[in-house]
C-alpha cells in the first residue's frame, strides 16, 4: 500500500494528469441518478441527506428525505422543533441517535455561527454527529472544498481497483484509504469527483456483483486482473451481535393504552413503547405469568383479556437481534404500576414516535 501511494504520489499532476478521475466523471456524468440533493450548493441540505444516507439505501430513503427537509427545511427550523418531534419524523429510518444528533448540531449553529452553516471543515467537523466523511462531503458538494470522501463505496472502489489488503475497518486502513483518495481526486473538481466515485460504488462496483465487464476501469482493476473482485474490500472484525428477547404488553384500559418513553444509552433512546419485559431467553406467556415482573404489572388490575397479537417477530438490528412478542391486554381497573406509565388516548398513538418493530405492530393491527 505504501509503496502504491509514493508511486501515485510521485504521478506528474502538474498538467492536470488525472485519468482514473476523468474516466469515472466521464462515466458518472452518463449514469448519475437524478437526485434531488445534486440540484443545490446549500450545506444544509446535502448534510441531511448525507445522514440519512449512511445506512439507508436511497430508494428507501428519498421519501424520509423529501418529508424531512418539508418540515425543517433549514437550520433554524430544525433547532426550533423538539426532540420528540424529530424523532417522529425520523422513524422508520432506524439508528435514531443521528436524528438526535442532527438537532444538537442544529442548536449548536444555532449558538454558535448565527444559524448559517460553518464552512470551514475543522468547524464541520466539530459539530455533534458529522465525523470525517460527512464533513469532507458537505464541504466538496457545497464548496467544491478539496476533501476526498471515503465511505463504504469508495473503500470498496479502491480497495478493488488497487488491490489493497489493508482492512478498511482499522485505523492504518481508514488513514491509507483516504490518503488514497486524496491523490486520485483532482483539488480543483472535489466536488464532481467525490460524487462520481461514490455513484460509481453504488450502481457499478457493487458488493456482490459488481458489473465488471461494463467497468470502464476494468483494465486498471488490479482485483479483476488477479480473478478475485471479490475479495476485496478486506475486514478485520466481523460484527459481533446478541439476541434480545423483548415482550411488549399493549394494555387497553377503556379507551386508552400505556406508553413509556425509552431513556439511558440503550437501543431507541427518546422513543416510546408499550410496558416491555425482557428475558434471557425465549418464554412463553405462562412462563412470562409467573415472573415477578408481570406480577407487579397486572397486580390488581383485575380480570385480564389477552390476545396474542403476534406471536414472537424477529428484528435485526447492527448488533442485535431481537425477538419480540406482543400481546394485547385488556384490564378491568387502571392499578399503581401503570400509573408510572404515559395514558394515551388509543386513536392518538401515531402522534408518538416509536420504533420500527412497534411501528410495524401497529400497522398489522
Not at 172 to 200: D, Y
Not at 230 to 242: F, I, L
Not at 324 to 345: D, G, K, W
Amino acid at each position: 500500500m505504501f509503496a502504491l501511494i509514493k508511486q501515485l504520489d510521485n504521478m506528474p499532476k502538474g498538467n492536470g494528469d488525472w485519468t482514473i478521475s476523468r474516466e469515472l466523471t466521464a462515466w458518472y456524468q452518463t449514469n448519475k441518478r437524478d437526485l434531488p440533493w445534486r440540484d443545490t450548493d446549500d450545506p444544509y441540505i446535502i448534510w441531511v441527506s448525507e445522514i440519512i444516507l449512511q445506512q439507508t439505501r436511497v430508494a428507501q430513503g428519498m421519501d424520509y428525505f423529501l418529508r424531512f427537509v418539508s418540515r425543517f427545511p433549514d437550520i433554524a427550523s430544525l433547532a426550533a422543533a423538539s426532540e420528540e418531534e424529530v424523532l417522529k419524523y425520523w422513524q422508520g429510518l432506524g439508528y435514531y441517535s443521528r436524528a438526535r444528533n442532527l438537532r444538537a448540531a442544529a442548536c449548536d449553529m444555532a449558538e454558535r455561527f448565527g444559524g448559517h452553516f460553518p464552512v470551514h471543515y475543522k468547524e464541520v467537523l466539530s459539530l455533534k454527529g458529522i465525523g470525517e466523511y460527512t464533513a469532507a462531503a458537505v464541504v466538496s458538494f457545497a464548496w467544491n472544498q478539496p476533501y476526498p470522501v471515503v465511505d463504504g463505496n469508495v473503500f470498496r472502489v479502491l480497495s478493488r481497483l488497487f488491490a489493497v489488503d489493508t482492512p478498511i475497518d482499522s485505523t492504518e486502513g481508514k488513514k491509507e484509504f483516504t490518503r488514497l483518495a486524496a491523490l486520485l481526486m483532482p483539488p480543483s473538481e472535489a466536488r464532481l469527483h467525490n460524487q462520481a466515485i461514490m455513484e460509481f460504488g453504488a450502481l457499478q462496483c457493487l458488493p456482490q456483483n459488481p458489473a465488471c465487464p461494463t467497468c470502464p476501469l476494468v483494465c486498471k482493476c488490479m482485483a479483476y486482473q488477479a480473478g478475485n473482485v471479490r475479495r476485496y474490500p478486506v475486514k478485520q472484525h466481523k460484527t459481533r451481535t446478541r439476541d434480545r428477547y423483548f415482550h411488549y404488553f399493549h394494555i387497553i384500559y377503556k379507551n386508552y393504552t400505556y406508553l413509556h418513553r425509552r431513556s439511558g444509552k440503550d437501543i431507541w433512546t427518546g422513543l416510546y413503547e408499550f410496558p416491555l419485559i425482557e428475558t434471557d431467553a425465549v418464554a412463553d406467556f405462562a412462563e412470562l405469568q409467573q415472573s415477578e415482573a408481570f406480577r407487579r404489572l397486572f397486580n390488581h388490575a383485575g380480570r385480564l383479556t389477552v390476545a396474542v397479537s403476534h406471536p414472537q417477530t424477529k428484528h435485526v438490528l447492527s448488533h442485535q437481534i431481537l425477538y419480540a412478542a406482543f400481546y394485547r391486554i385488556e384490564i378491568e381497573e387502571e392499578n399503581e404500576a401503570l400509573q408510572s406509565y404515559t395514558r394515551v388516548p388509543t386513536d392518538e398513538i401515531d402522534n408518538y414516535p416509536v420504533s420500527r418493530l412497534i411501528h410495524i405492530y401497529l400497522e398489522k393491527g
